[in-house]
């Protein structure tokens, strides 16, 4: 419970910090950093002694997930993204690492056994800060909505996305 108040309180400082200042694409560095913060406190402090090799594969399949769903998404003209020092397509590269070292770090945070509870506390928790994450992004300029995409879609396929996290993590990587 511990880890999930440390990230509670920081995606809400970060909400905040986001929403009050204009910060541009310093958004994408800071998130990054903070993604690798996270990932080296979890492989310092990981009492379960998880592999991490499993957490990267974990990283690498968000990272190619997301990597697919946001170039279908800006493909079908539901978004675009602005400010990355080097776009991929319609993913910042910021993203791409971002996604993988968070999905690294997120791997690690995961409680030893599985717990359907815990896993619709968690994609919600995800979906949540990742919807008002977007906003946040939108805000800063680094993206646009079009097509009548919304944060309600996003919270959604947030939602299902940490879903398959978890079922990918505790089916396939951890039977």
Partial sequence: ?????????????????????????????????????????????????????????????????????????????????????????FVPVEIVALTTIGGMAWALYLPRKPDWKYTVFDSWFFAMFGALGESLMIRNGLMTYMGGWTPVHAFFGYFVTWLVLHAVWYKVLNR
């Fill in 1 to 89: 419970m511990r880890k999930v108040m440390a990230i509670l309180g920081l995606f809400s400082v970060l909400a905040v910090v986001f929403c009050c200042l204009s910060l541009g694409s310093l958004i994408y560095i800071i998130l990054v950093s903070l993604a690798v913060v996270w990932l080296a406190l979890e492989v310092r402090f990981d009492s379960l002694g998880k592999s991490l090799k499993k957490a990267l594969v974990l990283g690498l399949f968000l990272m190619l997930f997301d990597f697919a769903v946001e170039n279908v998404g800006g493909i079908l003209g539901f978004w675009q993204t602005h400010g990355s020092l080097f776009p991929l397509w």
